[in-house]
């Protein structure tokens, strides 16, 4: 177990966005004559924005919610009104053009309709737009901001928040009221940033994609494609992970490690995660309690006359049907033709017991979250295995290395260190006793294969072989773009 100390820290947002633009298209684009007239009446710009969501005519992202944030606004226009270069108007359009800073492609937020001569003409040249496109334009970069706010909230890709279930959503996280707060704010870009995961992987890498496809862009850096890729394919991960900034636990599959965050540690355990043929499912949920001695004793005699012979003759039959065998002194006793005909010879001195996991044995403490896949995250007897580099071992269950030491910060989390005395004396005795927790703790099971630390990636292997089917989607390919 590692244990280190660090501070949580909101991530620096888009303060250099304007250099991505060369000085001769910025001044092109975003000067305005601050003493322009505009001739529309923005009763008739109103009136055209209602009737063309109305007719829907318009392929939208997030026809919906793009309704909802007119509706409350009675159709005004947010965007068309008199402003400096400053103003929230460019700084949209800015937004849409700087997405690569966020891992994310230019082509999902409409491109071809988006550009800046016709802003140009709308705000510098009244009257040269007609209201038709005036009202288009403005419809469609609600929605390209939408999709971006969603976007950096749930993920592009979220499993289990697709388009469709986002733009139904009537509760929970709205990014049409997250539009209308930033709209009113004076920095917009940053409180549209500010809809991002606060967890430390996940502003690390943020603030890290921020220097390679912009500070670093034109100032002799040269950054390889597939890396950027990576990382962004990650950032999508975590977005699906949706961690907050306090206490909670992260297994991360392909690094093999279980990490618990609390307010100013990390304390990091090895883990054993699921093979390619049984993986380990990403999910989210809460760990409610954690039991101790949680494995079935099976009477002896049962043992002896029912299941050894039918072990005998087929070793595997154990391990698939989850029993354990240990000696007098509780070590694990693997389950192989060698040992289990040493076990014939005397088998009144062997103890077995039975999961009711996808593992063989739970070991001292398994911690109970409720989830659709039936895992675990539990000790194990098979100490050994943590001394292995690569740790896809498990039938999908999670194991963790000093599972007693991280059930006593739990423990203490929680505010019930007085109960840390009883757990020591349930695991050393071997007795069944649950320890419920007044704080559920939030965990997130992750597939990141490259991470931010201190300055530096870390790439880890794609042990399931998921990041290139993920990166064709997320960037719109149709074919590979990289061999890792």
């Not at 986002?166 to 997250?178: N, V, W």
């Not at 040992?339 to 739970?362: E, H, I």
Request: positive net charge; glycine residues 4%; contains cysteine.
């Amino acid at each position: 177990m590692k244990h280190s100390k660090n501070i949580l820290y909101r991530p620096l947002i888009m303060i250099s966005l304007l250099f991505v633009f060369s000085a001769g298209q910025a001044a092109k684009k975003i000067s305005i004559n601050k003493s322009s007239v505009f001739i529309l009446a923005d009763s008739t710009l109103s009136a055209e924005i209602e009737r063309q969501l109305v007719s829907n005519e318009l392929s939208l992202y997030y026809p919906n919610s793009v309704k909802t944030f007119y509706q409350k606004r009675n159709f005004n226009s947010p965007w068309i009104k008199p402003q400096s270069g400053t103003g929230s108007t460019w700084q949209a359009m800015l937004l849409i053009d700087c997405v690569l800073q966020f891992g994310l492609s230019r082509d999902d937020y409409h491109p071809h309709e988006l550009n800046y001569d016709d802003l140009h003409n709308i705000l510098e040249k009244p009257g040269t737009i007609t209201i038709k496109r005036q009202a288009r334009f403005d419809i469609i970069l609600t929605d390209a901001l939408l999709n971006f706010i969603n976007n950096l909230h749930f993920g592009k890709l979220n499993p289990d928040y697709p388009a469709k279930k986002i733009d139904s959503l009537t509760t929970g996280f709205r990014a049409e009221k997250a539009l209308t707060d930033a709209i009113m704010e004076k920095d917009f870009m940053n409180a549209i940033g500010d809809v991002q995961p606060k967890s430390k992987e996940y502003t690390e890498m943020q603030h890290h994609m921020r220097l390679w496809t912009g500070l670093y862009t034109g100032d002799c850096y040269e950054i390889p494609e597939s890396d950027i890729r990576l990382l962004a394919i990650n950032m999508e991960r975590l977005r699906w992970a949706n961690v907050d900034s306090g206490s909670y636990i992260m297994v991360n599959i392909p690094s093999y490690t279980l990490t618990l965050y609390e307010a100013d540690s990390t304390y990091e355990f090895k883990a054993i995660v699921g093979t390619s043929e049984n993986p380990t499912p990403t999910l989210g949920s809460q760990i409610s309690y954690f039991t101790t001695a949680p494995e079935w004793k099976v009477r002896n005699k049962i043992f002896r006359k029912e299941l050894l012979p039918r072990a005998l003759e087929d070793s595997s039959f154990l391990g698939n049907n989850h029993y354990a065998i240990y000696d007098g002194k509780g070590e694990y006793i693997e389950p192989n033709a060698a040992n289990l005909s040493l076990v014939k010879q005397n088998p009144r001195k062997y103890r077995v017991t039975r999961s009711a996991g996808c593992d063989k044995a739970f070991g001292l403490v398994v911690f109970r979250f409720p989830n659709i896949y039936d895992v675990y995250l539990h000790d194990t007897p098979e100490r050994q295995l943590f001394k292995k580099q690569q740790r896809d071992l498990s039938h999908g269950c999670v194991r963790v290395e000093y599972a007693e030491k991280l059930a006593a910060l739990l423990l203490k989390y929680d505010g019930s260190g007085n109960k840390i005395a009883a757990l020591d004396k349930a695991i050393l005795k071997y007795q069944t006793k649950n320890f419920t927790l007044q704080k559920p703790v939030p965990l997130k099971i992750a597939y990141i294969t490259s991470i931010v630390s201190k300055g530096e990636v870390l790439n880890y292997k794609d042990i399931y072989k998921l990041d290139n089917s993920l990166e064709m989607v997320l960037y719109n390919q149709t074919q590979q773009f990289t061999n890792r």
